[in-house]
């Protein structure tokens, strides 16, 4: 079967960590943690008295993005590898007017994802949340493109993630109606046909009836990652896991556990391409901690 173009992009881009850039300059220079949760980048990216979420990594560890809210409205930064310095980050999207956040890179890094209330013709008022990308360029970004209806409702949808056939995960309420609005639900939409198709809600392994969102898929598909707002939880949002079984389906999901969850809110997973990090946010920090930490929950 002939491999897709931009899957065979992926696979050089990884190999291009291992070969084109030394493990000290990877993720800003800063000393790795390990099964203990560390606050990220603390003189660089998580400063103190700003509020920092929703990160990630290109796939050759050469690009950092993440989410910083400057008067009350969230704007997406951009930190770059150039010549073995990481630059001081620079502003990709922001408004006075709209919210840019929940930055996710497309499997072959040519596009930049986002959530934002930005109106359909980047001019009027929106209330509600729809995924958008911008397309990397010679000369730049792209004007931000809506991500279309097989993806966005007239209700909220989050944070999105990709499995290297480029399916997008993706969390929306889409489909609830009042009082039950804060029920957010994860989906899932296939890349087919230089489209996405009609999403897929996933099933009660997954989704409750309480709200689940900001999902990370693994590449594999063998395991996601979300937030999570249950009563039985060790604060106001934990993370959950599911790993697939032999069959192909998703096991029920399970808290993350102390090791991760505190009595505040956990939210906005990655873990980077090269399977070493979990990447999250808490109170107003990007945190960071050895993906080992995944396997001890299968």
């Known amino acids: 079967m002939k491999r ?10 990884m190999t291009a960590v291992t070969q084109g850039q030394s493990a000290e300059s990877m993720y800003l220079n ?6 203990v949760a560390q606050v990220f980048a603390p003189d660089k990216v998580s400063l103190k008295g700003q509020y920092e979420y929703g990160s990630v990594f290109s796939s050759d560890g050469k690009e950092f993005y993440y989410a910083v809210i400057v008067n009350k409205k969230p704007q997406i930064r951009l930190s770059t590898l150039k010549n073995g310095k990481w630059t001081e980050p620079s502003v990709i999207l922001a408004s006075d007017r709209y919210e840019y956040n929940d930055p996710f890179l497309s499997p072959d890094g040519t596009k930049l994802f986002f959530i934002s209330d930005r109106a359909l013709d980047g001019q009027g008022d929106k209330k509600d949340f729809d995924i958008w990308y911008i397309d990397r360029r010679k000369d730049g970004w792209s004007e931000p493109v809506n991500a279309g209806r097989a993806i966005n409702s007239d209700k909220n949808e989050y944070y ?11 969390s929306s309420n889409g489909a609830t109606k009042p009082p039950n ?5 994860i989906y899932a939409s296939r890349f087919s046909g230089g489209g996405f198709q009609p999403s897929q809600k996933l099933g009660s392994s997954i989704n409750s009836e309480q709200y689940e969102a900001d999902v990370f898929v693994s590449p594999d598909e063998k395991y996601l990652i979300f937030c999570g707002e249950r009563s039985d939880g060790y604060g106001k949002g934990d993370l959950f896991i599911s790993f ?4 192909g389906a998703w096991q029920k999901a399970k808290n993350m556990g102390k090791e991760i969850n505190t009595d505040q809110y956990e939210f906005c997973p990655f873990v980077s391409s090269d399977g070493k990090y979990l990447f999250f ?3 107003g920090d990007i945190y960071w901690v050895s993906a080992d930490i995944i396997n001890t929950l299968r």
């Not at 897709?4 to 696979?11: C, D, G, M, R, V």
């Not at 999105?160 to 993706?170: A, L």
């Not at 697939?244 to 069959?247: A, G, R, T, V």
């Open 244 to 247: 697939k079984d032999e069959k």
């Open 30 to 35: 800063q000393p790795r943690p390990g099964l």
């Open 181 to 185: 609005e804060q029920n957010y639900d």
């Open 4 to 13: 897709p173009l931009f899957i065979s992009i992926l696979i050089l881009a």
């Open 281 to 283: 946010s808490r109170s």
């Open 160 to 170: 999105m993630s990709f499995t290297t056939d480029g399916t997008m995960y993706f």
